[in-house]
Each structure stands twice: as C-alpha cells, then as structure tokens.
C-alpha cells in the first residue's frame, strides 16, 4: 500500500501535475491534513482549507491553479464521488484477520475452503460448506451446512449464515448480519382476522379465539455477486422457494428482508428498511432510510423511494415515491401544501356561508 | 423422514387418493418439482404449473381431477396454509446441532440441561441456569446466571439470554435475538423537556441544559409457552417487575420490545415493530411491520394494526387501527382520498368566492 | 451490597424516618413486596398496595404517615424518577462476569488491559488496544485493532467494536450492538437516479441502467464519556472523518448512526431511530422511539421529537416536532384535526355550492 501520488491518479484513471513521485501514506479532509496524506478538495468549497492544513498534494477540480496555492502536486477528477471511491480503495486496510485459520475455528472436515482464506478466532463452518478464494471471515462467524460462498468474501464478526444459503462473489457482509433465519409465516386453523380484514377493509362480523401454527421455511436465501450487507442486517429463507437477492444491491444497516421475497440487481436499500413477505423488488430499485413494503407486492424497476416511505399497494417502474401510504412525490409535497392551507379554506368557507346567509335572508325579505 | 404420500396426508389430517405408497423426499413449486417431489399445487392457480414440473404426486384443492393431471397420487386439503403448515413441518429438517455438548461450550458446574440436549461450540451458559428437556442450543448462544428455560427449545446462533429470564416450553429464537437487555430509562434531576412538553403539548417556557441519570433495571423478562423471537429482536428487562410476552405470541425479525412491557398472548408483531416502554398490548393483537406503539399505553384485545401504523393513545379491544397517527382503517382510508379531493375543493371555493362576490355586487348596484 | 433504610437513603441523599437500620435486600412494587424488600410507593397512588405486600419500610412522597400504614421506617423523596435511579443502582448485581480473563478469551499480546478487568469467555481483543481501568467485557465480544477504550467500560455479549474506534469512559454497550461497521456509501460512474431526483424534485428525464462502486471508510468512531448503546445498534465509520456521538448521549435498542453523523451531547435517541448519513445532531436533543433523520441535514439543540417523526429538512434549535413530514407538534396536531373536519367540509360546500346556484338561477330568472 505503498502509494504516490501517481500510483493514486492511476487508480483513479485521472491526470496529475507537479511531482507525482510524492510519497502519500493517507488522505484527509484539507483543513486537517498532514504533509504525508492528499487533501480531499475535490470540490471549490474545500479549497479554501487547504491553507489550514499541510498537504503537499490534493485532489482538485479541473482547472484548479495548483501552484498558487502552494501544493507540489495535484491530481484532477471530474466526478468527485466516484473518485473518493477509487481513493478510498486505495487506502482502505480492511479489518485484520490474520492468514490461514485460527487455531480456535471449528471447521467441519468436509467443508472446502479455497486458496488463501484467512480465518479468525471462534469462527464456526458446517459440514459441507464450500468457499471460494481469498474469503476473509471475521471472528464468531458461524456458517452453517451446506452453504456455498463465491470468491473474495469478507464476512465479519458475528454473522450467522443457515443451512444452503447460495451466494456469489465479492460478498461483503458487517457484523452482526443474519442470512437465513426462518420466516415469519403462521396459520390460524380457521380464517383469521387479519385474512377477513384484509377482504372487507377494516369490517370484522365477530372476533374470535385463535392462535398460530408455524409453517416452517423449507427454502433457502440465493444472493447474487458483488452483494453487500450492512450490519445486523436480517434475511429470512424462503418458504418453498428461495428467497433472492440480485448481484449488485447493497443493503444498509437494520435492514429487514422477510421470506420468498426477490429483491432485483443494483438496488440499495437504506437503513432500516423492511420489506414484508412476498413481495418482488424490480432492479436499480433504490429505497431511503426506513422505507416500508407490504407483503405480496411488487415493486418496479427504477423505483426511488424517499426516506420513510410505505408502500402498500404496486409501484409501476420508474416512479418516484414519498410518504404514508406512498404516493408520487409531487402529489406528496402537494398534499402537505395543500392540508397547510386548510386553515385558510376553513375561514373562507366560514365567511362565505355567512355572506350567502344574508344574501338569502334579504333574498327572503324583499 | 422417510416420508410416503399415505405418511403425509395422515400428517396433514386430510384424503389421499392413488398410489399412496409413492415415496416422497421433499416439497416444491408445480413448475419445478422432481419425481420424488410432492407439488404444492393447493389453489386453482398452481395447477398449470404441474405440467411443467415432474411431480408424481400433488396437494390440491377439493374436487380437482388428479388423474386427468397425468398423478398418480394426490392429497386433497380444504385450507392450503394450514396444509402447507404440516407439510414443512414434516420436511423440515431443522439446523444441524450435534446431539450432546460440543467440547468448546463453557457450562457453569451449576448449570442444569435436561435430557437429549444438543449444545454447539463456544455456547456459553452461566451460573444457576436450568433448561428442560430436549434443547437444541446453537453456535455463540449465550445464557446467562439463573435463566429458565423449558423444554423442547430450539436456541439459534448468537442469542443472548440476560440474567434471571424465564421462559417456558417450546421457545424458537431466531439468530442474534437479544432477551433481557438493560432498559432505556433515564431520568434529570430537574423536570426535563420531554416531561414538560407532555404537560404543555409543545410549548416550552425555558430550555435548560440537562443531563441524564440512569435508572437500572432490576426487573427480568418472563415469556410463555411456544413463543418465537425473530433474528436481532431485543426485549429489554423491566425496571422493577418483569417484561412479559405471553404464550403463543411470535415476533418477527428486528423488534424492539421496551422495559416494562407486557404483551399479551397469540399476539404477532410483525418486521421491525417497535413497543416503547411500559406499554401494555392485550391477547392476539396483530401489527404489521413497523408499527410503534408509544410508552405507558395500552392496546386492546384483537386489535389489528397495518404496516407502519404508529399508536399514540390507548386502543379499544377489537379496533382495526392504521396511520400516523393512528385510526381506524375506515377513517384512514377516506382521510386520504379526502386529501387527494383538496385541489378540487380549493378550486370550488375560488369559483364560489368569484361568484358570490358578483352576486353580492350586483345586489348592492341594483 | 447488604443494605439498610439508612443506607439506602444516603444513597438518595434522601431522609429517613423510624427504624433506620432495618436490612433490606431489595426493592419490590408494594403490593409484592416482602419483609425484607423496600416498598416503592413514591407517588400517591401506589400507597393502596402497601396493605397488600409485607415491607416494613417503604419510599414515599414527602408528609405521608408511614406510621399510620403499618410501616416500621420510611424513605422521603421529592423527585420520584430520581430516586428510582438512586435506588435501581443500589440494588443492581450487573450481570455476572468472573474477574480477570477468562482462559478462552483471544487477546493480542501487545493489547493493554487496564487494572481490575473482568473479560469473559470467547472475546477477542486486538492488536494495540488500550482498555482503561475496571473493564467488564462479556463473552463473545470483539474489539479490532487499535481501538481506545476508557475507564469502568461495561460491555456486554457479542458487542463488536470495529478497528480504531476511540471510546470515552464509563461506556456501557448492551448485548450485540455493533460499532464501526462500514459506512453505506456507493456512487455510480455517472450521475445517479437519485441525485437527478434530489435536483428535480421527483421529475425524471431518462432511466439508465446504473451500478453502485463501494466508497470505502477510511474514517472511524469516536464516542464521547458516560454513553451507552442499547441492544443490535449499529454505528457506521466516517468515509474520512469520524463519525462522533457526544458524552452523556444515550442510544436506544435497535438504532441506527449513519457514516460522517455527528451526535451532540447528552442526547437520547429512542428505540430504532436512524439518522443517515453526514448529518448533524445538536445537544440534548430527544428523539421518540423511530424517528428518522435525513442525510445532510442539521437537527438543532434541545430539539424534540415524538415517536416515528421524520424529519427531512434543518430543524432549528429547541423546536418540538411530530410527524411525516415533521412539523412542529401543534402544527401537526392541528393538521390532523383539519384533516378529520374535511368531510363536514366537503358537505357544506356542496350545500353552498346549491344555495349559489339557486340564487344565480333566480337572479336570472327574475
């Protein structure tokens, strides 16, 4: 990890000046850097933190005069974002998890572990595992039967992964993630009163006595490549078939995913979100913070979803969707413009039928 | 689980016609079953599918003509959900836990397990602690000094059970599941904002600066029989008496039970739900995921909350509640379409305004 | 721990009454209290059930006749909150966890562990930690590389505290929370959906297929004096700063901080509230069970917010929030009362709308 700044503005396929022989051991934010670490200054408010801080090198935005203010070296990027992830890259240790397997790991003997994995301390893998080259699997890891994990996975500490889960390669799970727990399914004997309600919206004849019968979760979890999950993160199995999430999404902290469900590719669904029994979530689906999907729905591709939103019924693809229940933004932030005005309706309304009173009295009395 | 079609409709309670011998590994989807799988075929709707799969055998719905299906056998249910509860039982093969104590396990000399225990490694069980019969105990579970717990439990990776808990027969606990965490109880030694703006509704007459002294928790948590924990659910121990979740009750992955807290029986709390502290929710309550109930109230019997709903004061037994805040259902569906009516009305009462206005006028020129 | 009516009430900085020296060894609700439990009857209504339990002392709200009810001491108190604090701590045993460190714990040669340390089974502690004075650190916890902890840290099962994390004292982290997971931050290669979105306000020109590239966190956390985490919370690391929660700031089960978050001082964050990313929360700012913060914004000091509000924009200093949007609590109050008037609204509008016509119709016809 030994960086320049020439070997960092070829990682970022992006162009330098100056002394690009600059030896460079991290990054920072300007006003805090030191004369070893690049200076973040990618875009023009950062800039005038550069003379607070000691950076001979930073990242700029094009057409930035480097030398006027005093740097020796600079790189140049257009889209600042994807640069901080090539950077961050570069610079990331990653979690230390020593090579080989710790003496401590119980590994059943007919699970198969590619080619340089480094395994930690506690770490519990069950009888007929298979995974791939270079995984990288934190302390008090547990993997359980059966399971198959592509290439390069990083599971940290304390994920729980049961029995047949399917996943690709470059899987990155943070502690604490659970990957096929059982579903929540249970049945009532006689119909229940969350089936009546559901067909009568809200009426109910009489409520009766009841209580739930398991139906155990025979399928598995089948995530695709280059998944990551956040951490304490739960996905149920599913019941029959497979519960599915496609190569590319990420999911963030907290985030719930209940059984049978299929979440497509490249979708990010931020902390908190919960998606209920059932329910299909097309691809590039991107949900914020604490979104909600009922069960049994389907949600379209492209789909974006503002923080909190609950979704109740289908989302036609591409739409963008706010609030409780989920409308189209706009019609969100006009019902809420409009509800703001009632006060004033209500006042109009209240002069207006006083005015129509008198003029039907004096109407009556002419 | 050598399992024949005669062996699952005596399980199932329910009518088997043809070769009933016909012997049968596992269950699938119509369009994707084997030979020797039974196809899932129990509403109208599946039974397509059974010419794509490879199923001798299906379960289906009353009356339908099995051997017109190209079957040799079939099992006939009325109520598919409750069939397909008997089914996955049946092939369920559940986690792998080693039968007897793994060598790694620490187990207090004190500690008493009942019979035909399976303990997996690096479980940890503490001073005092007595489990019934037949406990299955999974990899990093932890239990803690003084526990009960009865018999048949099935404890899954990473759970943690605090001091003095008690719970009864049957009990499931998902992966990472938390029981008799310290409660979330804080006190100033002044009245704080939080108590004066419960007093005032939002008004505030000086805002001091304020810190915040714990408040223990001495109390435990009791639970009842065939209760089932979901993965990474926390439920907090009382401050003074015990944190109670009734017999039969089931909680989805992710919930947050608060200190105090008493759940009632047959009670399903769905993804994510959250009930804050010394709340009280009767017996079969239902809610959907994400509903959060408010501290120090109390939900009636049979009340149903959908997804997201969020109670603030006390609900009747039998009310079927949804919304921020919460409401009947009725009341909240028409809120919105009322809502969604306002353009209208805000255009109606422009035209009336005009309109009255040149009435009025003309009156006063007549 | 053995304690007497004198004792207690020293504790309490509190007075006592009668025969101070009797021996108490706990403390109960009144109407299950016995002999050698004091009763807690700090506010009038709990007094009834003193007749019902055994204690022979009690804690009381100042000029009651402790005599009168058959007691043989009694405790004074003005504030009842507070002495509940006093009191729980007096009687809290804490969870068990045997002095020094236990043989199985995994534990880098170069870690330093402060004096009088207590660390369970199974915990891992990494190379160059510093643990201060009179740490209890339960089973199954994980502390990476090159963190910094302070003195009487209480940290319970299966915690993981990722590399480099600096904590204050007196740190208290509940069962399974998770400290320094990788933050949730990806960027596409152009510009995303929902940076078009966030420009737009919901209007979309064109949909592209786009895939997200990982930002890595180089940044850690740092965690001021006297926090504590509740169950399964998950705190991300900065991208390059750190993410900070201030002293004296309490999180509650299930919550989840963002990468970059700031977090003020003696705040309290109720069950599953998330703030997402490179937001900023003041000091002393109070957040109701699932309140939800956006990305980028500021929360100002002493603000508060009741249960599940979801705040999307700046909120200014000592505001009082509620609901989806947030709005100040009264607005939201009065909003939903307007919004339940709406029908009568409708019906009087169309009554109006007749009487108009009719008059209009009348003045034509006249």
Redesign the interface.
Known sequence: MAQTVETIARALAARAEGDISLPIE????PQ?AGPKQIA?AMSEKYIPGLAQGKALAAILPEGTDWQGLGLKAAIFVA?P??A??GL??A???G??IAPGI?P?A?IDPTAEIGAGAAI???V?I??GVRIGEGARI???A?I??DVKIGEQALV???V?I??RVVIGDRF?A???A?IG??G?S?????K???EE?RET??Q?DT?K??????????GTVVIGD?V?L???V?I?RG???ATMIGS?T?L???V?V?HNVQVG??C?L???V?I?GSSRIGD?V?M???C?V?DNIFVG??V?A???T?I?TNAPA?R?L????AV????H????K??????R??A??AE??E??TN??Q??GTE
Chains 1, 2, 3 share one sequence.
Not at 186 to 190: A, D, L, S
Not at 209 to 218: A, D, G, K, N, Y
Request: with cysteine; glycine share 14%.
């Open positions: 991290g990054a920072s934010e805090s973040l889209r974002r994807l901080m992830a961050s890259k610079f990331d240790p979690p230390e710790h401590t119980v930690g301390p506690f519990v069950g009888r934190a302390a008090h547990c359980s039967e940290l500490q304390g729980k049961g029995a990155i943070q502690p604490g659970v727990s059982d929540f249970f049945v009532t004997p006689e229940s009163g969350v309600i919206l809200g109910r409520i006595e009841q209580s739930w019968t398991r139906i155990h979760s025979l280059d990551e956040g951490a304490n739960c149920d019941t029959v078939r590319g990420k963030d902290n907290l719930h209940g590719r490249d990010l931020c902390g908190q919960g209920a590039r991107v914020g913070g604490q909600g009922n591709d492209d974006i503002g923080g909190a609950k109740f591409g963008v706010l609030g409780y229940p189209k933004m706009e019609t932030v006009e019902a809420w409009n509800i703001r005005r009632l006060p309706l209500f109009q309304m207006l039928r005015t129509v003029l039907t004096k109407k």
